[in-house]
């Protein structure tokens, strides 16, 4: 079974730009988060959604940044514009299912998009 | 408040050996779970071993166990018989209530020696 599949990989871009980074869950996970890894910061959640419906997006840095979940097998994490401080490492995650009787509550993380902004 | 504590920046350990990375955690939740990720140099993040507020027992996932001990809050995770490709760092990290949302650790890391 295919793990979290994250897009591109690498990307580089200039300042000013607009940067959309792609995500499709594990099939039958109901739930998808954003997150974003720096180095000074650490694993910091940007938002997640729950049957494609965004419960919290309190860890959304401010308006540059957007998500969208259009569908269960597809997200979206947009910046515009994008700017030097928004270089990290971002990753989406998925969860759902169930663990016998109880909810299944691990993350499986894709690979990470590496976001450069020069 | 930190949720998480991971107050090991980095540590090393010779091959073969155990190691004990400590966690502590703060909620007032009574239900809550406890989370141990890998993230090695390549940069994946590896779901380890959960352990549910109300497990009765400690969680244990072939060379890794988390030593559960609730009055201290602490979920410390224990790595036997390291080997060299256990040389990562490692997040712990917790969930509260019905919430699916996690906070993390700092992280701590591991360098084992041949």
């Known amino acids: ?118 | 408040a930190q949720k998480i504590t991971q107050t090991q920046p980095g540590m090393f350990v010779q091959e073969k050996e155990a190691v004990t990375l400590d966690c502590t955690y703060d909620t007032s939740d009574p239900s809550y779970g406890l989370f141990w990720y890998k993230q090695p140099s390549s940069g994946e993040m590896i779901f380890l071993i959960y352990q549910g507020s109300y497990d009765q027992q400690n969680a244990t996932e072939g060379r890794y166990s988390l030593n559960f001990q609730k009055a201290r809050k602490s979920a410390n995770l224990v790595i036997s018989a390291s080997q060299l490709g256990d040389s990562a760092m490692y997040f712990c990290a917790m969930r509260e209530g019905g919430d699916y949302k996690l906070s993390f650790g700092a992280g701590t890391t591991v360098t084992v020696r041949a």
């Open chain 1, 1 to 118: 079974d295919a793990g979290v599949i994250q897009s591109p990989r690498h990307e580089v871009t200039e300042m000013g730009q607009e940067v959309t980074l792609r995500c499709k869950p594990i099939s039958g996970h109901d739930y998808l988060f954003w997150y974003r890894q720096t180095m000074m910061r650490g694993l910091e959640l940007l938002i997640y959604f729950n049957n494609n419906v965004p419960i919290d997006d309190s860890g959304m840095p401010e308006d540059r940044f957007s998500a969208k979940m259009p569908n269960a097998s597809f997200s979206t994490l947009k910046i515009q514009p994008s700017e030097p401080r928004d270089s990290a490492v971002y990753f989406c995650a998925s969860s759902g299912g169930f663990r016998g009787a109880l909810p299944s509550y691990e993350q499986y993380f894709g690979p990470g998009t590496r976001l450069t902004v020069t």
